[in-house]
C-alpha cells in the first residue's frame, strides 16, 4: 500500500521542550512539505524540500525546523522558540512539485 | 507571487440542492489548478485537477470544475449534493515547486 504517514495523530507538549513530528511516504516522490493549518486560516507553508540533503524555508519557517535525510522522510522538529505551536500539521508529498498527497495530520497542542 | 481568494468561508445548502463554491486566483499565465476536501480531522484529498486540455473537469463523485482564463477563476460544482460532502473544500494553485492554498470554503449540507 503506497501512501504517506504521519504520527503520532496527537501530541502533547509542554511549553518550553522541543518536540519532533514524524512524516514517512513509500510513493517514492522527491519533494516533501509540511504545512501548518489554523481554524480559518488555511494551510500555511512551513518548510519543503525537492531533494534529499536540501530544504527549503516556507512563509512561517520561524521556531521550526527539518531534515531531509532520506528521501522517504522528512521530520518537523517544533522548537521552543515557536510561540503558538498548537495546530494541526499536515505532511505532503509530489513527485515532481505538482499535484501533492497529503498525510492524515498530527495536532500538537501546547499546555 | 499567486494567490488563491475563495470568497465564501461558509456556505450552506440542502440536501439534494446543487451548490457553487467559487475560487479566483491572481494570475493568468499558465497554471495547473486543483480543488481538495478535507474531513474533520483528516489530512486533505485531491478531489480533481486542471492541468490543460478540456476546461471542465471532473471527479468521480460528482463535483466538476471549469477553468476559465479571461476571469481567472475555478468555481466548484455539484449538481445535488449529499449529507457526506459536508466537509471544508481548499482551492489551490500552482507556483513554481509549490501549490498555493486557499483559506478554504466549510460546506455544510442542511437535512
Known amino acids: 500500500d503506497g501512501g504517506i504517514t504521519q504520527s503520532p495523530k496527537y501530541l502533547f507538549r509542554k511549553e518550553g521542550q522541543n518536540v519532533t513530528l514524524s512524516c514517512e511516504q513509500n510513493l517514492n516522490h522527491d519533494a516533501m512539505y509540511w504545512y501548518r493549518q489554523d481554524p480559518g486560516q488555511g494551510l500555511r507553508l512551513i518548510y519543503y524540500?525537492?531533494?534529499?540533503?536540501?530544504?527549503q524555508k516556507g512563509d512561517i519557517a520561524e521556531g521550526y525546523s527539518v531534515s531531509r535525510e532520506k528521501k522517504e522522510s522528512f521530520p518537523l522538529t517544533v522548537t521552543s522558540a515557536q510561540k503558538n505551536p498548537t495546530a494541526f500539521y499536515l505532511c505532503?508529498?509530489?513527485?515532481?512539485?505538482?499535484?501533492?498527497?497529503f498525510g492524515p495530520g498530527t495536532r500538537l497542542t501546547v499546555l | 507571487a499567486q494567490s488563491v481568494t475563495q470568497l465564501d468561508s461558509q456556505v450552506p445548502v440542502f440536501e439534494e440542492a446543487p451548490v457553487e463554491l467559487r475560487c479566483n486566483y491572481s494570475s493568468s499565465v499558465s497554471v495547473y489548478l486543483f480543488w481538495y476536501v478535507q474531513y474533520p480531522n483528516q489530512g486533505l484529498q485531491l478531489l480533481l485537477k486542471y492541468l490543460s486540455g478540456s476546461t471542465l473537469v471532473e471527479s468521480i463523485n460528482g463535483f466538476e470544475a471549469e477553468f476559465n482564463k479571461s476571469q481567472t477563476s475555478f468555481h466548484l460544482r455539484k449538481p445535488s449534493v449529499h449529507i457526506s460532502d459536508t466537509a471544508e473544500y481548499f482551492c489551490a494553485v500552482s507556483e513554481d515547486d509549490k501549490i498555493i492554498f486557499g483559506k478554504g470554503t466549510r460546506l455544510h449540507i442542511l437535512p
Open positions: 505532503a508529498s509530489s513527485m515532481d512539485g505538482g499535484t501533492q498527497y
Open positions: 524540500s525537492q531533494i534529499v540533503n536540501d530544504f
